[in-house]
């Protein structure tokens, strides 16, 4: 068996093992190493270099290595921007490169005490994640708080139903805020935005539900939001 011959063989292995690999860090890599072994194969098959064959490798495996890095940047930390990094630890289920699309799609905003957030039967008009700060909630005559590290408006968000209680920002709170038309907009031409939505509102309610048996200190119409325990809304 020739070079030429074991150079083919080599790179259809590369190839057949890429395809076998689900990873696709890994896979675009062994594609890499079979593009490169058939360039070279084109080179020294005949007297004189295939350089249509070559050419067209070499575009093929240039694509390939652009994924590759657009593949390695998405998953690493410098796909963050700066001033959304010291978010990610609440949001690490996601890739940072879907976290950073997720958050830059958002205003971070600072609101005063007293702001209002939702309105109970009347619709979803933003929604919010608490970073920083306490919320209001006001639901069938019983008022209650609820702490950072939440969505506020998902249920409805997601449903398109109105929201099922009032809330209020309780004391000065730093919140993420996506204007919901402008997000369905978003998520119906990137599934991938969609699917990274979805993934952290479900994260989200999950915990929600697994707190929801938490016993609420006070329900009488006027408690201080202060002294109730953390619970969840459906608004």
């Given at each position: 068996?020739?070079?030429?011959?074991?150079?083919?063989?080599?790179?259809?292995?590369?190839?057949?093992?890429?395809?076998?690999?689900?990873?696709?860090?890994?896979?675009?890599?062994?594609?890499?190493?079979?593009?490169?072994?058939?360039?070279?194969?084109?080179?020294?098959?005949?007297?004189?270099?295939?350089?249509?064959?070559?050419?067209?490798?070499?575009?093929?495996?240039?694509?390939?290595?652009?994924?590759?890095?657009?593949?390695?940047?998405?998953?690493?930390?410098?796909?963050?921007?700066?001033?959304?990094?010291?978010?990610?630890?609440?949001?690490?289920?996601?890739?940072?490169?879907?976290?950073?699309?997720?958050?830059?799609?958002?205003?971070?905003?600072?609101?005063?005490?007293?702001?209002?957030?939702?309105?109970?039967?009347?619709?979803?008009?933003?929604?919010?994640?608490?970073?920083?700060?306490?919320?209001?909630?006001?639901?069938?005559?019983?008022?209650?708080?609820?702490?950072?590290?939440?969505?506020?408006?998902?249920?409805?968000?997601?449903?398109?139903?109105?929201?099922?209680?009032?809330?209020?920002?309780?004391?000065?709170?730093?919140?993420?805020?996506?204007?919901?038309?402008?997000?369905r907009k978003r998520v119906k031409r990137d599934p991938r935005f969609g699917l990274a939505m979805d993934t952290m509102i479900s994260l989200d309610l999950a915990e929600k539900v697994a707190k929801a048996g938490a016993p609420v200190l006070s329900t009488?119409?006027?408690?201080?939001?202060?002294?109730?325990?953390?619970?969840?809304?459906?608004?």
């Open positions: 068996m020739s070079p030429s011959d074991l150079l083919v063989l080599a790179a259809a292995g590369m190839f057949v093992l890429g395809y076998l690999i689900l990873d696709q860090i890994l896979l675009r890599i062994m594609l890499l190493i079979g593009t490169a072994l058939y360039i070279w194969y084109y080179a020294i098959v005949d007297s004189s270099p295939l350089w249509p064959a070559i050419w067209a490798s070499l575009a093929t495996g240039s694509a390939n290595l652009i994924g590759l890095i657009k593949l390695i940047y998405r998953r690493s930390a410098w796909a963050i921007p700066r001033q959304y990094r010291d978010l990610y630890e609440n949001f690490k289920a996601l890739p940072p490169g879907d976290f950073a699309r997720l958050v830059t799609a958002a205003k971070r905003m600072t609101r005063p005490a007293g702001y209002p957030m939702t309105r109970a039967n009347e619709p979803i008009e933003t929604l919010y994640y608490v970073i920083n700060g306490k919320v209001e909630v006001e639901k069938d005559g019983a008022r209650f708080a609820i702490s950072n590290g939440v969505f506020v408006g998902e249920v409805g968000y997601l449903t398109r139903n109105p929201a099922s209680a009032s809330t209020v920002v309780a004391n000065t709170a730093e919140l993420l805020e996506w204007d919901v038309k402008t997000l009488s119409s006027n408690p201080s939001p202060h002294s109730a325990a953390p619970v969840f809304s459906r608004s």
